[in-house]
């Protein structure tokens, strides 16, 4: 079985409004330090009979460690597990962080995956998320990929946006999908609490709970018009192109994480770092925290495989296939399911509420 591998970078030039992933700022000396604790770990964890087939450098702003320190990772990773010559490495990055030469030398070192934070072609919008893009800039980022020979290009658009409506979701949809891009992952937005979004002015913008729903299925609908097909409830790839990374985590795969915040499932675990930088830097290795002893039973199993597209096969939960398909005449009536008889998958509208939908089915 192979294994992917995560790689947290939790650097940030600015913290946006709406985000509560864990992030720090940038210094030289904390992303040289970072990086020598992240070669410490893979080698720790050094398994050479192990293939890795996918590498994802999340965070962050993965993009603002520089070239040689992505290099020495990818390195590190070749050297202490059988890395696929095809595997898929994908880096995220802000636009601004995106030039021709960072481009080029990306390239250069084996990323072919890139995953660009746009979130949305108006500047309006992206002022009111505190982005230091502009959509200009991100417009050029996106072409400046695809001109430094990178054929792989997401970009994340986030919707429910304050003040906004239908027309400015289709504007940013039409603007970003006539790019030469071919994976968008798109989100509804969501006040996490102990961010500057999570007041009442902004909660006061925000759509209600219809008008993102929606926003949503409009989203679906200009999306699949336009060749991005929805295979997962926040994804949508041109065929071929559905990100093999983070398909691992909804089909209970292996993949292991490295550096502050970052979550595995492996060797049968499910475990996570300290949301501490300091101490993973100071640490011979990443002190981890057990989540789950037996992960992937029946219905995490179940929940994660209803998130994509392709849905549940009915044979890889025989005991439980009978229950299932009693509860199902409703959802299929009222359009938020589908089954052939061997698969059950959930439609756009029953994606649009997955949580109460998948619960009913598998709880």
């Known amino acids: 079985m ?8 939790p650097f940030c030039g600015k913290k946006c409004a709406y985000c509560d992933f864990y992030s720090v700022g940038w210094t030289k000396q904390r992303a040289e330090d970072y990086t020598e604790a992240v070669l410490r770990n893979i080698r720790h964890y050094s398994d050479k009979a192990q293939t890795v087939d996918t590498v994802y450098f999340g965070g962050g702003t993965p993009s603002l460690l520089t070239t040689a320190q992505l290099q020495s990772i990818i390195n590190e990773i070749n050297g202490s597990f059988a890395l696929d010559g095809a595997a898929e490495i994908t880096i995220e990055a802000n636009p601004c962080t995106l030039t021709p030469q960072k481009l080029s030398e990306l390239r250069s070192i084996g990323v072919n995956r890139l995953s660009v934070g746009v979130q949305s072609m108006r500047d309006e919008e992206l002022r009111v998320l505190g982005r230091v893009h502009t959509a200009e800039r991100a417009e050029q980022a996106v072409l400046d990929a695809a001109a430094a020979g990178f054929g792989n290009i997401s970009c994340d658009l986030m919707i429910a946006l304050p003040d906004q409506n239908a027309e400015s979701l289709r504007y940013s949809i039409e603007r970003m999908t006539a790019l030469p891009v071919q994976h968008i992952s798109a989100y509804i937005l969501k006040t996490e609490e102990g961010t500057p979004f999570d007041c009442e002015e902004i909660r006061g913008r925000l759509p209600d709970e219809e008008t993102s729903a929606e926003l949503y299925l409009e989203m679906v609908r200009l999306l699949e018009e336009r060749g991005f097909a929805q295979y997962e409830v926040s994804n949508f790839a041109k065929e071929g192109f559905e990100s093999r990374h983070n398909c691992r985590y909804w089909k209970c795969l292996d993949y292991l994480g490295i550096g502050p915040a970052a979550h595995s499932c492996y060797k049968g675990k499910r475990f996570a770092v300290e ?18 002893e037996a992960p992937c039973g029946f219905e995490e199993f179940a929940m994660l495989r209803l998130r994509l597209r392709e849905g549940l096969s009915l044979c890889d939960v025989g005991e439980h296939r009978a229950e299932i398909m009693k509860k199902l005449p409703p959802l299929v009536k009222e359009g938020y399911a589908q089954t052939d008889g061997e698969r059950v998958w959930l439609t756009a509208k029953g994606f649009l509420m997955s949580n109460s939908v998948i619960e009913y089915l598998i709880f």
Request: charged residues 15%.
């Open 2 to 9: 192979t294994l992917g591998l995560y790689i947290h970078v």
């Open 275 to 292: 949301r501490d930088i300091d101490g993973f830097i100071a640490a011979p290795f990443q002190q981890v925290s057990i989540t789950d």
